[in-house]
């Protein structure tokens, strides 16, 4: 059979009595041995590298779903949602932040405005111009 599939073949036999045999197509046993040595060798880094980052993924997984749950919650309770978990320190600390944020969701929209404003207002002048020119 190894010559028809070209392959080497390497056969160890113990006998019941403890005596050695053994057998090696066109090759020496040692370097058949030595071969899947470094190929067995190769395959268990392998699955061990496999295995650890695989290992390491479910962890990162775990950590970023813990992270989502987190921020979901805290999105709902922005939202005013589950706050019956909540306790009245919490209850303040959430009210601070929404305070805060209103704080500067005005104070950007201001901006904008007058912005808008200082825009407005050149175009008028422009405009103004425009007309003593005609």
Known sequence: ????CDAEVALIIFSTKGRLYEYATDSC????LERYERYSYAEKVLVSA???AQGNWCH???KLKAKVEAIQKCQRHLMGEDLDSLNIKELQQLEHQ???SLKHIRSRKSQLMLESIS???KKGKSLQEENKQL
């Not at 059979?1 to 028809?4: E, N, R, W």
């Not at 046993?29 to 058949?32: A, E, H």
């Open 60 to 62: 990162e997984y775990r």
């Open 98 to 100: 929404l305070e805060s």
């Open 1 to 4: 059979i190894s010559v028809l």
């Open 119 to 121: 825009e407005l207002q």
């Open 50 to 52: 496999d295995s650890e």
């Open 29 to 32: 046993m040692d370097k058949i």
